[in-house]
Structures are given as structure tokens and as C-alpha cells.
């Protein structure tokens, strides 16, 4: 059944008889700011989804039933998938398929059972409001999600478009600023954009209102940053002093060469098996915000530290799972990529772990004790990969003089599981 008429200048494939589904993205300027098509859309559904915003928007065009997103929010849509077939249109602001909800049907509809006509994004308005290039500048929603996902994107010099949840997010935003040294930046709030209150407005983080502020907004950040700002570079081997732990930590050093044995592909998943402080997970996300991480660790404390550490570095969505191995080994996602650095010589461990890697994924473990380096040269006899000694030294204090004090030496092995490409 059609949704919506095409004109004959559409084109010819873009709304076939099974395309019950309309997405309509639209902005604060109501029906003026949408297309023949978009409009058709609304007029011709049986019933319209959206916000209770949306739906008062598009108020005018609406027809038939108008159906306000239950709350809380229901990601499974399943009162718009009792529709499938009949003509159905959701309303979204702006791009529904840039943070929108185009993204969370999509998993739900396949692409050819819905036709979509986006709007400009906040984030494409806010580019020609301040004249920005946007394909130079960071873009961020914070809208439902972890305010420190910005912390690995504070650089300075840096320009960000940052998407918050209400009028209370850029208050949120500029403390955090703030926080981490970067109080100066200049945080340009564009409330309402496209709508009749549209306001746009100047402050530095340091001097930034604590209210008054429309809950549809986006701020434009200009990074300015101290000395001591906590930035966060773009490389493996991070600072150990940015982290907070008890000793227990894989030094930086041994950490960057780990993570490049390791290997990073963009969208893959990492355990981190005897976490520790989290240094590997953590490193493994901030290569990409498509990586994922679960971090193994058996000691509470450790396991606490290794949250907060994930935090302060931007990357929240580390998990973490308290337990022992190999017994907590049995995540239902199977891993690219394995490291294992404390407790690896604990019966069972590396067995496991060779067990539930994918194939064709890769297994870094390191060893600093004589019974850990055992356990890797039977694996290497046993299963091949290559072994490698790690040794680093650093310049110290020697009464008044200075020497050389070497830290214990580090064996790695690495190995890649045999399977077909992928």
C-alpha cells in the first residue's frame, strides 16, 4: 500500500508500493520549512508518530491519528510495528539519521520499507549561523548521553558543535570546562534554531549564565586551554600519571607497543582480561569512538578504579565485569582482539581465552613473572605466534650523580587465531 503520492519528478524508486513507512524530519519553523514530498507524507498517513513537540508542528498537515512516543521511550517501536503496511509517518527533528531516530528504526525496519526527507541538522544550522566549515569541526550529541564523551575531543584550537539534553546541559558543559582547565573557551549557546525564538549568544566558560537558557540548544565550543589542561593526545601510551591507580598499571611504554601489537580495527570489541586500572580498554576505545572494551578484573577496588579511570578519559561505555577468570569468561560477543596481563597464569585463563577469541582475532599477553612466562612459551610452542622481550629504562637519581634503573622486563606474545577472511 502507498503512503504518500510521488510527483513524476521524484524519483522513480524512492517510494515503491512496500514502502508503508514515511520519515519526516522537521525543524522549529514548522510545515514552512518542508518539502512537497514531506508534506505529502503527513497528509497521506493513518496515523503520525512523534514528540508531542513534532506533532504540534506538524499540526496542520496531520489528518489522521497522532500518536505521541510513549514514556519512557520504547526503542522496540512495537506500536508502530503493529502498523507494518498500512501508511505510517514519523516525525523526527531535523536529520533523523544523524543522531535521530531514523538510526533506531532502522534497526527495526529494513531500508527498503521506508522513505525518508530529512531537514538540516542543529548541527548544519549552527555551521551557517557562525560561519563554520563543518566538515572541520567536531560534531557531539550529549542528548541522553555521558557528558565525558567530550573529554577526548578537548584540544586546543579546536572547534565542537555539542548537542545537550536540555537547558540545563551547556551550565553542565561549561563546569566541566572548567574542571579540566579549559575555563576560557568561548561557548557560543544557539537556542531554538530555525523557530521564531531563535537566540544566539556569546560567553566564555568561565562566565557562562546559569539559566535562562531554551532547552532546544546546541553550543559551539572554541577550545582554549591552560597549561596544566587535562588533554588527552591522540597516540597509545598515554601518561600514567592521568590515571589513577595503585602501581598495578601496564606502563606506558609497554602499553604503546601493546596496543600496536593489539591492532585496532575501527567497530571491534577488546576483552582486557586482569584490568587492572583499565589502561589497555580505555586506550583501546579512545583509537576510535566505534571500538568497544570489557574489562575483566576479579578485585573490586581495582575494578572501581578502573570505572573511574574510564570516565576521566571519555570513554564511559567501557564495561566492566567483576569476577574471576576464566569463569567470568562468558560474554555472549565473542572478541577481535584478547589481552591478558594479570592473572594470566592462573589455570584455565589462557585456554579460555583462545577458546572464545574469533577467529582471525588477535591474543597480546604479556608476562612479568617467571610462572606467567612459562604459561606463554608453552602457548607459542603449542600454537605458534611470536614471542618478544620488552626491557625499558629510565635515567634517575644515583646520591648526586644519575644511572640507569631498569624496570622488570616484560615477555609478549602474540598470536592470531586461524580462520577464514572476513
Known amino acids: 500500500m502507498e503512503c504518500f503520492k510521488v510527483p513524476p519528478e521524484s524519483p522513480a524508486n524512492h517510494a515503491p508500493r512496500r514502502r508503508w513507512l514515511s520519515i519526516v524530519g522537521i525543524g522549529e519553523d514548522g510545515v514552512a520549512g518542508l518539502g512537497e514530498n514531506a508534506r505529502l507524507a503527513i497528509a497521506s498517513a493513518e496515523v503520525v508518530f512523534g514528540g508531542r513537540r513534532h506533532l504540534q508542528l506538524a499540526e496542520p498537515l496531520i489528518k489522521g491519528q497522532a500518536q505521541a512516543w510513549p514514556s519512557p521511550f520504547d526503542a522496540s517501536m512495537n506500536d508502530l510495528l503493529a502498523l507494518r503496511g498500512k501508511p505510517v509517518c514519523v516525525l523526527a527533528s531535523g536529520d533523523p539519521f544523524f543522531f535521530g531516530v531514523g538510526v533506531t528504526l532502522s534497526r527495526q525496519v529494513a531500508p527498503d520499507e521506508f522513505a525518508s526527507f530529512p531537514a538540516p541538522s542543529a548541527f548544519s544550522l549552527a555551521a551557517s549561523r557562525l560561519g563554520w566549515a563543518l566538515q572541520k569541526v567536531e560534531t557531539l550529541s550529549l542528548h541522553g548521553r555521558p557528558d565525558d564523551l567530550i573529554r ?10 555539542v548537542l ?91 602499553r604503546a607497543v601493546t596496543l600496536s601489537a593489539l591492532a585496532p580495527r575501527r567497530g571491534e570489541l577488546l576483552w582486557d582480561i586482569g584490568a587492572g586500572s583499565g589502561s589497555i580498554g580505555i586506550e583501546w576505545m579512545l583509537a576510535d569512538p566505534s571500538m568497544r572494551a570489557i574489562a575483566f578484573e576479579a578485585d573490586p577496588v581495582r575494578a572501581e578504579r578502573a570505572l573511574r579511570n574510564a570516565q576521566a578519559f571519555g570513554v564511559p561505555g567501557l564495561r566492566i565485569v567483576h569476577g574471576k577468570a576464566p569463569k567470568v569468561l562468558d560474554d555472549p560477543e565473542k572478541p ?27 591474543l597480546v599477553a604479556n608476562a612479568v613473572t617467571s610462572e606467567m612466562e612459562a604459561v606463554l612459551l608453552a602457548a607459542q610452542a603449542r600454537l605458534g605466534g ?13 646520591g648526586t650523580m644519575h644511572g640507569w634503573r631498569s624496570a622488570m622486563p616484560v615477555t609478549q606474545w602474540i598470536w592470531t587465531k586461524p580462520g577464514e577472511n572476513r
Do not use: W
Open 152 to 161: 577526548p575531543l578537548l584540544h586546543p584550537g579546536r572547534r565542537l558543535l
Open 164 to 254: 545537550t539534553s536540555d537547558g540545563n546541559g551547556p551550565k553542565i558543559l561549561a563546569k566541566l570546562l572548567c574542571d579540566l582547565g579549559f575555563e576560557d573557551s568561548n561557548l557560543t549557546v544557539l537556542e531554538a534554531l530555525g523557530g521564531p525564538g531563535e537566540r544566539i549568544r556569546a560567553h566564555t566558560a568561565l562566565g557562562f549564565p546559569s539559566s535562562d537558557i531554551h532547552d532546544l540548544n546546541l553550543v559551539a565550543v572554541e577550545i582554549k586551554a591552560r597549561a596544566d589542561a587535562r588533554i588527552l593526545p591522540l597516540t597509545a601510551g598515554l601518561d600514567d600519571d592521568l590515571y589513577e591507580h595503585d602501581g598495578q598499571i601496564t606502563k606506558r611504554e609497554i
Open 336 to 362: 577481535d582482539a584478547i589481552f591478558i596481563g594479570g592473572g594470566g597464569s592462573a589455570p584455565g585463563v589462557l585456554d579460555a581465552a583462545v577458546e572464545q577469541l574469533k577467529p582471525l582475532g588477535r
Open 386 to 398: 611470536s614471542m618478544v622481550r620488552l626491557q625499558v629504562s629510565r635515567l634517575g637519581d644515583v
